[in-house]
């Protein structure tokens, strides 16, 4: 008994980041959705949990979209070609694209945290066919 009481005290002085998953994400040139998806393209996570986008295509990056960054999120921007890790720790809705296909739609959404995203989370300055493609993602997403 006295060995599971301090089992049970030492897992509660565990920090919160030790609960943490890591999800992965891909970047490809096509797949059901269409041309240019992440995969998946909407995304739940819990604050603190690392994101890892794999380079699946060639041609890829993945990066943060200008107002689409959680109040005391920071921006990132990954290489082309390369993978990249993140941990979100601001709670929201972040808006991600690639860089060189931004303009051709290839956006995806993570959510951080319980609230989901609406549209309302969509900037009025986003390119055409990455709007459209965020209102297919919340369409499906929502129903």
């Not at 808006?95 to 959510?111: A, D, E, F, N, W």
Request: proline share 8%; aromatic share 4%.
């Amino acid at each position: 008994m006295k060995m599971i009481l301090r089992l049970v005290v030492l897992l509660g002085l565990l920090p919160m980041t030790a609960l943490a998953e890591t999800h992965t994400v891909e970047m490809l040139n096509r797949n059901d959705s269409g041309p240019m998806p992440f995969a998946p393209d909407y995304l739940v996570v819990q604050p603190g949990d690392t994101v890892k986008f794999l380079a699946t295509a060639p041609g890829h990056n993945a990066a943060t979209i200008d107002g689409m960054i959680p109040e005391g999120g920071d921006a990132f921007v990954g290489n082309i070609n390369e993978e990249i890790e993140v941990t979100l720790d601001a709670e929201g809705v972040w808006g991600i694209k690639c860089s060189p296909h931004y303009t051709m739609g290839m956006v995806m959404l993570i959510q951080v945290g319980d609230t989901p995203a609406t549209q309302a989370d969509l900037p009025e300055s986003l390119p055409p066919a990455a709007q459209t493609r965020f209102l297919e993602i919340l369409k499906r997403r929502n129903g």
